[in-house]
């Protein structure tokens, strides 16, 4: 569903300047998160790509004296342990079972080699995530 999705189902504005895209590396989100903590007003909640922008995003909440999670909440993509190691881990983040994902690409990647150059169908393998809560 993401951002629109969830904003437009529950009525509520899109606002455009809270939306960063960041190449993933440390030194563009923490460039981003900076631009977003400089807006007219703080966010209440950040939702992070994965762990690590999401790490990368709570250390330029630091940089500018706030308490990640407590300040400002965040919600990240992957479940990684290293979040546990964490004095404020993330509120929630989204497991994505990276091993069923892999077991499903081997296969459809088997399926692909051995159609040879017949012509798959396209269809939608669906590996189900699930919200965390710490």
């Not at 923490?30 to 250390?59: H, R, S, W």
């Not at 994505?96 to 798959?120: D, H, N, P, V």
């Amino acid at each position: 569903m993401g951002y629109w999705g969830a904003m437009k189902k529950f009525n509520l504005p899109i606002i455009q300047n809270y939306i960063k895209s960041t190449d993933l590396s440390k030194e563009d989100t923490t460039k981003k998160m900076i631009e977003l903590l400089n807006g007219e007003e703080l966010p209440e909640a950040v939702f992070c790509f994965n762990d690590y922008v999401a790490l990368y995003a709570m250390q330029a909440c630091k940089q500018k004296g706030l308490v990640p999670n407590k300040d400002i909440v965040f919600v990240s993509f992957a479940n990684l342990p290293i979040t546990t190691y964490l004095d404020n881990p993330p509120l929630a983040s989204v497991e994505q079972f990276a091993y069923q994902m892999g077991e499903k690409a081997a296969q459809l990647l088997l399926k692909i080699i051995q159609a040879e150059k017949e012509t798959l169908e396209p269809e939608d393998i669906v590996v189900n995530t699930k919200l965390i809560v710490h």
